[in-house]
């Protein structure tokens, strides 16, 4: 399991190295969840999360937007539209 989140994360950041895009998204405590999930506000920007086009993940493992509360510490990956991936601790 902690194999498979370093490899993942690891993964994340070298696609960033290598399309050359700086960090594009939110990273730090959620202030608020809003319908179930589908906005979320992440150290003060808030956040699409698509229930089928998200990768989200809590503590390494999949896990549904839903699932998301206030207070836990995420990384959303945002160009345009939903987030590409929600990682939360």
């Not at 993940?57 to 939903?82: H, L, N």
Request: proline fraction near 1%; charged fraction near 25%.
């Amino acid at each position: 399991m902690k194999i498979s989140r370093v490899l993942t994360t690891a993964a994340f950041a070298g696609a960033l190295l290598v399309s050359g895009n700086a960090f594009a998204g939110a990273s730090g405590k959620v202030d608020g969840v809003e319908g179930e999930g589908r906005k979320v506000t992440i150290a003060g920007k808030t956040v699409e999360v698509s229930g089928s086009r998200t990768k989200i993940t809590i503590g390494g493992q999949a896990a549904k937007r839903d699932q998301i509360k206030a207070g836990m510490d995420c990384t959303a990956d945002v160009d345009s539209g939903p987030a590409k991936m929600v990682a939360c601790k």
